[in-house]
């Protein structure tokens, strides 16, 4: 430190005492600094006090502050003190630094002097800078953001309080947000007011774990038809006992509206679909009446039962009739069957069925193919073969069907195989094999649904309904089983019945 001429005591001891404050400490007298301690070196990148004084204070203000520090500068002077107030000062490099500064009047040498405190908030002003910059940042994606965000405030007292609100507010309740802030109930008023006992019991209500709460509000607007509202927030507890919900309301509206389309448009498609199924059923019962009535006629036509018909043609007639008949009523049986499943009119027995004796009386058309050498059958059904607790008749009809299927699709030369095991773990499993045609993999689930039918030229018969496999797969899954289709095109077709051996019977 640069020593001053004609120093009094007083002027040593405030240099002594000054000298090791960590706060920057300068003296300025008529207009020229006279006193600077280290750290005000520091402070402003001097090499030592030399570099500082016997130049001006103003030479190390920033030229649009010279004005009004020169005026504190004076108060000072007059006033003996100035408050203290964030500054900024020019270093010796020409860098601006942000300083607190507190002035006090002094003597120096006899002097009317100006001592100042200076302290280094740059830190402090960084941080708040960038605070107040991350300020910014939310309150921007705030308002850009879809609906509204808020912060509500469950006050000790019982005071709800929304110390923020995001513009977004106005789209979605079509009240100001400084509105909402100002009395929280301007928003609840918006609310229906059902939804509003919601919201309030949510907020006050807290969950222990502090857990996220969706809810969906409906806002009732006298300027605007009926919309929803989501509101997804999160709880936390802050010191005094206030609960805060940091959230934000979603306009859902339009989910509320397809939703609603889509429950009216289930509701139609089921009333459709019954109305068709009981349509089903109560045609099917019509027709097979009159059609019971046309086939036993051309039967006695066909057998010549009260004596003979005469022209020999028209027993060949009545047999195409009887024929086409008994086609006709077995497509009508299946569409009256499904028709009673999709309806669940179709009641099931609890009985023992002897599952091996269902098998080999299904077996009747391949093993006529069988004996005149058009295919070859391989039969295996396990020994002591547990029975099944289920329908019988309905059984014998999926099996039936089963093997029917096999018997139309496998050409001449081919080869169907049935077999039936069970095991206490494994349960019931039937399967029948054959080598037909086939189905590629992308048919089969249309060879599953009702009256889908999976035509092939290279097929020797594929009439029919299309709800042989669907009927079939329906009665197994009504018997707690499962039915699985795999196929393959020019190597054939497995279908696999799996039966649980909760429903096996010893």
Known sequence: MQATPASTDDDDRYRHLLQFLPDAVRISCNGTIVYANDAAVRLFGARSPDELIGRRPDDFVPPTERKRIAERRKKLLATGAVPMEEQKRLRLDGSVVDIEVLGISIKWQGKPAALSVLRDITSRVQGRRAILEGERRLAALAENMPGATYQCVLRPNGRLEFPYVSQGVQDLFGVEAEQVMARATTLLKRLHADDRRTLRDAIRHLDPELAPVELELRIARKDAPQRWVQSIARPREREGGEIVWDGIFLDVTDKHEYLVALREAKDEAELANRIKSEFLASMSHEIRTPLNAIMGFAEVMEMEIFGPVGEPRYQEYSADIHASGRHLLSLIEDILDFSKLEAGQMEMKKEKVDVAKVIESSLTLLKRRAESGAIKLAVRIAKNLPALCGDERRMRQVLFNLVSNASKFTPD?????????????????????????????????????????????????????????????????????????????????????????VRLVA
Do not use: M, Y
């Not at 018969?461 to 699985?484: F, I, Q």
């Open 413 to 501: 030369g081919g080869k169907v195989s049935v077999s039936a095991s069970a095991g206490p773990k494994s349960g019931l499993r039937i399967q029948v094999e054959d080598t037909c045609v086939g189905i590629r993999p992308e048919d089969i689930v249309t060879a599953l649904a009702p009256f889908g039918q999976v035509h092939d030229s290279k097929a020797p018969d594929d009439s029919g309904t299309g709800l042989g496999l669907p009927l079939a797969k329906s009665l197994v899954e009504r018997h707690g089983g499962k039915l699985n289709l795999a196929s393959e095109p020019g190597k054939g077709t497995v279908v696999t019945l799996q039966f649980p051996p």
